[in-house]
């Protein structure tokens, strides 16, 4: 083996280029030593600022990182990014996402100090209140909103999240979750790209290398450079630390703790231009980088990775500064504070753990004027002395003007872009005011024929394609190497051939996201939905996409919540299409044929942020798919099966009409009133609901039993109703007695049957006690006793009981 020699390796032709930020220095000079000279006093005052926010709260949040990240972000702000301040709102502004969420604390210390500028030389720029970040706000850094300290009510403080959410201006999207920031950003990107274009707004992207281990993120980079999204600006704070390691990467001949990569390698090998710059803290080199990198015009995102120092002039470096700080009011701290201090002339309040002696009862004992903690009052009236000093500083520091000159200079170039949508541009506010689409009106095109086969898959494709006409291309579908097999595909019909790239193919509706890889894909559906122009569509496997996009629907439903509490509106939807569900994907065997897939999302979030749907039949679907959108869901989740299924005569079966599913639960055949009832039928799921129709009912019927038959095709939208038409439809008496047949899990079962004994009765999947084998769909009914035979004995025991 010695004598075989290794050969050298290297990348194949590559789109992406590759800068060192020395070289670009030769032939550009970006600022002057003057300016320097500015950026290095606010930074000092950012840097102080995030030191108190992790003081005060008290020791709580994420300095170092936020420090490490300041200067690049400063730049940003106030250097390269065009945006109108006084408009948070615009989505014409280029957007800034913290997908390293736990550096909230820098993104609030860095806004909020935007703020006070703003405030202090260009007050005519500064939006409604309700649209600032005010340093009054920094009182409720990690605070609840039932937060009762006398200054955070005084001030009517904004309550700011750990992490960040909408709720905070110029926020677009909930990030800090494993690795979803850069997947929902790079979601942003292409909403904002399909809809204004060429001349669409950038979005920059703040992550630290440790934030770019987890696996969506290398599938979001995949997917970005496929799809040629040109207005990514990836900021990558690479210093080595995170909360366990020193090293994260490769350095050099060193080993890396977690990966053998570096930034630069990463995002290079995914075909991202790449500009590396060697000291993230000289200011020129920094803004350097950033000017050289949005005058690239060869339609690649780029990032750019600055090597820096967590924690930097904190007095803590490295990973001891990524979620700790100095002890509160320490010594240490104080130490920190000093070279504010020094600097502006000024002298920080020193907290003295001591209560007032102002209010005395009557036995001359103290008393707090308020409900709460003592000690959070002396905590929150020091913290906003030392805000004071700060506002004190940026006030009589006049050169500081400079930076709210900046801002006004941004909404100059924005304002000489001249934003426009693209020709032909998504209309997707159709889907909600053209009364044509309407839930109890099927399109021609899309109705069933009893008699007739075909899949629920295909109907839902063939719904959302007919959508995606209406709304001139508002509709974008992607799924994990299954679009033919999920239907998705047909989501593109009548557009485009081919993949979606915004270069040379931007008419097409289909877009490809790395692969077989759900986890981006989720993200990146959330990200188109927050930016308000599109409708997003995931598709995989029900088995795969319920549990690999859970974390992205939560955080999707977190961020439109948010949102809409704090400035109104409605949430903007992603549909997550849970495909192949269920046991009739039989011959996959049990990884593949999964019940347990509607358990994940259903019932698992606050009211109306997610809607699950489950048909049994394909007339269902353009019913059910409506009125779920209708509802402005932030994330809309069919479930539907794989194979061919005849369309059922309902009106021959004496069913009720399928615009019923509507409801969300429904009765499927009510018992006939002037006889004795004999009991009542819960159904949920097609596979087992085709078993019920075809193989018992007729058994039953031929034997006279009197029945009421309710299948559950939304327990969202059911829950949605108001609460005397749920009682009518599904009064609390049958819940106490009936029988539930479900496809899905036991819990999805039990909202519906109330009794201990009617759910001990419950047919599911798993009542035998294990995962069901291999082999067509009919065999694992049968092996699971949701057969047709297998139900009607079961019935009929429930009958006799």
């Given at each position: 083996?010695?004598?075989?020699?290794?050969?050298?390796?290297?990348?194949?032709?590559?789109?992406?280029?590759?800068?060192?930020v020395?070289d670009i220095?030769?032939?550009?000079?970006?600022?002057?030593k003057?300016?320097?000279?500015?950026?290095?006093?606010l930074?000092?005052?950012?840097?102080?600022?995030?030191?108190?926010?992790y003081?005060f709260?008290?020791?709580?949040?994420?300095p170092?990182g936020?420090?490490?990240?300041?200067?690049?972000?400063?730049?940003?702000?106030?250097?390269?990014?065009?945006?109108?301040?006084?408009?948070?709102?615009?989505?014409?502004?280029?957007?800034?996402?913290?997908?390293?969420?736990?550096?909230?604390?820098?993104?609030?210390?860095?806004?909020?100090?935007r703020?006070e500028?703003?405030?202090?030389?260009?007050?005519?720029?500064l939006?409604?209140?309700?649209?600032?970040?005010?340093?009054?706000?920094m009182?409720?850094?990690?605070r609840?909103?039932?937060?009762?300290?006398?200054?955070?009510?005084?001030?009517?403080?904004?309550?700011?999240?750990g992490h960040?959410?909408?709720?905070t201006?110029?926020?677009?999207?909930a990030?800090?979750?494993?690795?979803?920031?850069?997947?929902?950003?790079?979601?942003?990107?292409?909403?904002?790209?399909?809809?204004?274009?060429?001349?669409?707004?950038?979005?920059?992207?703040v992550?630290?290398?440790?934030?770019?281990?987890p696996?969506?993120?290398?599938?979001?980079?995949?997917?970005?450079?496929?799809?040629?999204?040109?207005?990514?600006?990836?900021?990558?704070?690479?210093?080595?630390?995170?909360i366990?390691?020193?090293?994260?990467?490769?350095?050099?001949?060193?080993k890396?703790?977690?990966?053998?990569?570096?930034?630069?390698e990463?995002t290079?090998?995914?075909?991202?231009?790449?500009?590396?710059?060697?000291?993230?803290?000289?200011?020129t080199?920094?803004?350097?980088?950033?000017?050289?990198?949005?005058q690239l015009?060869?339609?690649?995102?780029?990032?750019?990775?600055?090597?820096t120092?967590k924690g930097?002039?904190?007095?803590?470096?490295?990973?001891?500064?990524h979620g700790?700080?100095?002890?509160?009011?320490?010594?240490?701290?104080y130490?920190?504070?000093s070279?504010?201090?020094?600097?502006?002339?000024?002298?920080?309040?020193?907290?003295?753990?001591?209560?007032?002696?102002?209010?005395?009862?009557?036995?001359?004992q103290?008393?707090?004027?308020?409900?709460?903690?003592?000690?959070?009052?002396?905590?929150?009236?020091?913290?906003?002395?030392?805000?004071?000093?700060?506002?004190?500083?940026?006030?009589?520091?006049?050169?500081?003007?400079?930076?709210?000159?900046a801002?006004?200079?941004?909404?100059?170039?924005?304002?000489?872009?001249?934003?426009?949508p693209?020709d032909n541009?998504?209309?997707?506010?159709?889907?909600?005011?053209?009364?044509?689409?309407?839930?109890?009106?099927?399109?021609?095109?899309?109705?069933v024929?009893?008699?007739?086969?075909?899949?629920?898959?295909?109907?839902?494709?063939?719904?959302?394609?007919?959508?995606?006409h209406?709304?001139?291309?508002?509709?974008?579908?992607?799924?994990?190497?299954?679009l033919?097999?999920?239907?998705?595909?047909?989501?593109?019909?009548?557009?485009?051939?081919?993949?979606?790239n915004?270069?040379?193919?931007?008419?097409?509706r289909?877009?490809?996201?790395?692969?077989?890889?759900?986890?981006?894909?989720?993200?990146?559906?959330g990200?188109?939905?927050a930016?308000?122009?599109n409708?997003?569509?995931?598709?995989?496997?029900g088995?795969?996409?319920?549990?690999?996009e859970?974390?992205?629907?939560r955080?999707?439903?977190?961020g439109?919540?948010s949102?809409v509490?704090?400035?109104?509106?409605?949430?903007?939807?992603?549909?997550?299409v849970?495909?192949?569900?269920?046991?009739?994907t039989?011959?996959?065997?049990?990884?593949?044929?999964?019940?347990?897939?509607?358990?994940?999302?259903q019932?698992?979030?606050?009211?109306?942020t997610v809607?699950t749907?489950?048909p049994?039949?394909?007339?269902?679907?353009?019913?059910?798919?409506?009125?779920?959108l209708?509802?402005?869901?932030a994330?809309?989740?069919?479930?539907?099966?794989?194979?061919?299924?005849t369309?059922?005569d309902?009106?021959?079966?004496?069913?009720?009409p399928?615009?019923?599913?509507?409801?969300?639960l429904?009765a499927?055949?009510?018992a006939?009133p002037?006889?004795?009832?004999?009991?009542?039928?819960?159904?949920?799921e097609?596979?087992?609901?085709?078993e019920?129709?075809?193989?018992?009912?007729p058994?039953?019927?031929?034997?006279?039993?009197?029945?009421n038959?309710?299948?559950?095709?939304?327990?969202e939208?059911?829950d949605?109703?108001?609460?005397?038409e749920?009682?009518?439809?599904?009064?609390?008496?049958?819940?106490?007695?009936a029988?539930?047949?479900?496809?899905?899990?036991?819990?999805?079962?039990?909202?519906?049957?109330?009794?201990?004994?009617?759910?001990?009765?419950?047919?599911?999947?798993?009542?035998?006690g294990?995962?069901?084998?291999?082999?067509?769909?009919e065999?694992?009914?049968?092996?699971?006793?949701?057969?047709?035979?297998?139900?009607?004995e079961?019935?009929?025991?429930?009958?006799?009981?």
């Amino acid at each position: 083996m010695d004598t075989i020699k290794a050969k050298p390796f290297s990348l194949g032709p590559r789109r992406g280029k590759f800068y060192d930020v020395n070289d670009i220095l030769k032939s550009l000079t970006p600022i002057q030593k003057e300016e320097v000279e500015k950026f290095e006093k606010l930074d000092l005052i950012y840097r102080t600022l995030c030191g108190l926010l992790y003081n005060f709260v008290p020791t709580s949040g994420h300095p170092g990182g936020s420090i490490s990240s300041g200067r690049f972000v400063e730049s940003i702000l106030y250097k390269t990014a065009d945006y109108d301040f006084s408009i948070p709102t615009s989505d014409k502004n280029d957007m800034l996402v913290y997908a390293a969420g736990h550096k909230a604390m820098g993104l609030y210390a860095m806004y909020a100090l935007r703020n006070e500028i703003v405030r202090a030389y260009k007050p005519e720029l500064l939006p409604d209140e309700k649209n600032q970040l005010r340093f009054e706000d920094m009182l409720g850094f990690r605070r609840n909103p039932v937060n009762d300290t006398p200054l955070f009510k005084k001030f009517n403080s904004k309550a700011l999240d750990g992490h960040p959410t909408p709720a905070t201006p110029f926020v677009k999207v909930a990030t800090g979750a494993s690795g979803v920031g850069i997947p929902a950003g790079f979601g942003l990107a292409l909403g904002a790209i399909d809809y204004y274009g060429p001349n669409a707004p950038k979005v920059h992207l703040v992550e630290g290398e440790g934030g770019m281990t987890p696996g969506r993120v290398s599938e979001a980079l995949a997917a970005a450079s496929s799809m040629c999204l040109h207005n990514i600006i990836l900021h990558i704070d690479f210093n080595q630390a995170s909360i366990d390691s020193n090293r994260v990467c490769r350095d050099g001949d060193l080993k890396g703790d977690y990966v053998q990569w570096d930034p630069a390698e990463l995002t290079y090998l995914h075909d991202f231009n790449v500009i590396y710059c060697d000291d993230g803290k000289d200011h020129t080199k920094v803004i350097a980088a950033q000017t050289f990198a949005k005058q690239l015009n060869n339609g690649m995102p780029t990032a750019i990775v600055y090597r820096t120092i967590k924690g930097w002039q904190y007095g803590i470096e490295g990973k001891g500064s990524h979620g700790a700080g100095h002890k509160f009011c320490s010594p240490e701290f104080y130490k920190f504070l000093s070279t504010f201090e020094n600097t502006f002339g000024v002298k920080m309040p020193v907290y003295e753990a001591k209560a007032t002696t102002e209010l005395k009862n009557e036995f001359g004992q103290l008393v707090p004027n308020f409900e709460g903690d003592w000690s959070k009052i002396n905590i929150e009236k020091y913290y906003w002395d030392s805000l004071l000093i700060m506002r004190e500083v940026i006030e009589t520091n006049k050169d500081l003007k400079f930076f709210a000159d900046a801002i006004s200079d941004s909404k100059a170039r924005l304002d000489k872009l001249n934003r426009t949508p693209r020709d032909n541009k998504t209309e997707l506010e159709k889907l909600y005011t053209d009364k044509s689409i309407s839930f109890d009106k099927t399109p021609e095109e899309l109705k069933v024929v009893p008699g007739t086969v075909t899949t629920i898959r295909a109907v839902l494709g063939a719904s959302l394609g007919y959508i995606n006409h209406k709304t001139n291309g508002a509709v974008l579908g992607v799924a994990a190497d299954l679009l033919g097999s999920t239907s998705v595909n047909l989501v593109g019909e009548g557009f485009q051939n081919g993949f979606f790239n915004a270069v040379d193919n931007p008419g097409s509706r289909i877009l490809t996201i790395g692969g077989i890889c759900e986890d981006a894909m989720g993200a990146m559906m959330g990200g188109v939905g927050a930016y308000g122009r599109n409708i997003g569509v995931s598709s995989s496997y029900g088995a795969f996409i319920s549990a690999m996009e859970h974390t992205d629907a939560r955080l999707h439903s977190i961020g439109e919540m948010s949102k809409v509490e704090h400035y109104g509106g409605h949430f903007n939807t992603w549909v997550l299409v849970n495909a192949h569900a269920g046991l009739k994907t039989g011959e996959d065997g049990p990884t593949h044929a999964d019940p347990q897939c509607l358990q994940l999302l259903q019932g698992n979030f606050p009211k109306g942020t997610v809607i699950t749907l489950t048909p049994w039949e394909p007339g269902e679907v353009w019913p059910l798919l409506i009125a779920g959108l209708m509802k402005r869901p932030a994330v809309l989740s069919p479930y539907v099966t794989r194979p061919n299924e005849t369309i059922a005569d309902r009106k021959a079966l004496k069913l009720a009409p399928a615009t019923d599913a509507a409801k969300g639960l429904y009765a499927l055949r009510k018992a006939d009133p002037k006889k004795k009832l004999d009991g009542s039928i819960v159904l949920q799921e097609s596979g087992v609901t085709i078993e019920f129709i075809n193989g018992a009912l007729p058994k039953l019927d031929a034997e006279g039993y009197n029945l009421n038959i309710f299948y559950v095709s939304s327990a969202e939208l059911f829950d949605l109703l108001p609460e005397k038409e749920k009682e009518e439809i599904y009064p609390q008496s049958i819940a106490q007695t009936a029988m539930g047949i479900t496809g899905f899990t036991l819990p999805t079962m039990e909202k519906w049957i109330t009794s201990y004994e009617g759910r001990s009765r419950i047919l599911h999947p798993f009542r035998n006690g294990y995962f069901l084998g291999s082999g067509a769909a009919e065999s694992v009914l049968k092996q699971a006793g949701l057969d047709g035979d297998g139900i009607y004995e079961e019935v009929i025991k429930y009958i006799k009981k």
